[in-house]
Nanobody, 124 residues
Framework: QVQLVESGGGLVQAGGSLRLSCAAS????????MGWFRQAPGKEREFVAA????????NYADSVQGRFSISRDNAKNTMYLQMNSLKPEDTAVYTC?????????????????WGQGTRVTVSS
């Protein structure tokens, strides 16, 4: 089992940047495919980005492609989400997730472990 804790959320103006972190403890972090999801008020949870175990393969939702960057440091048991050019529609609770086996990394139900989330608010 792995425990996930997010940090780095906050209030930022449109056009600004934030970097979220997801710290993992427990079993070997490098054995997990990791992803970021977000849920805005009144909306369903949606996929943001995912990263392979080694970090060599990444994938993004169309809505964040070119603005967000996912990365991981397996030596530090931490995953990151660099968010640039933020928009008010990026406002949501961002949650990291992990799983040892993922067939469709865009589906939340593919992930076994979840953090508590960190809130990001982008003002216009």
């Amino acid at each position: 089992q792995v425990q996930l804790v997010e940090s780095g959320g906050g209030l930022v103006q449109a056009g600004g940047s934030l970097r979220l972190s997801c710290a993992a403890s427990g079993r070997t972090f490098s054995g997990y495919v990791m992803g970021w999801f977000r849920q805005a008020p009144g909306k369903e949870r949606e996929f943001v980005a995912a990263i392979s175990r080694s970090g060599r393969i990444t994938n993004y939702a169309d809505s964040v492609q070119g603005r967000f960057s996912i990365s991981r440091d397996n030596a530090k048991n931490t995953m990151y989400l660099q968010m640039n050019s933020l928009k008010p529609e990026d406002t949501a609770v961002y949650t990291c997730a992990g799983s040892t086996e993922v067939d469709d990394f865009r589906r939340p139900d593919e992930y076994d472990y979840w953090g508590q989330g960190t809130r990001v608010t982008v003002s216009s």
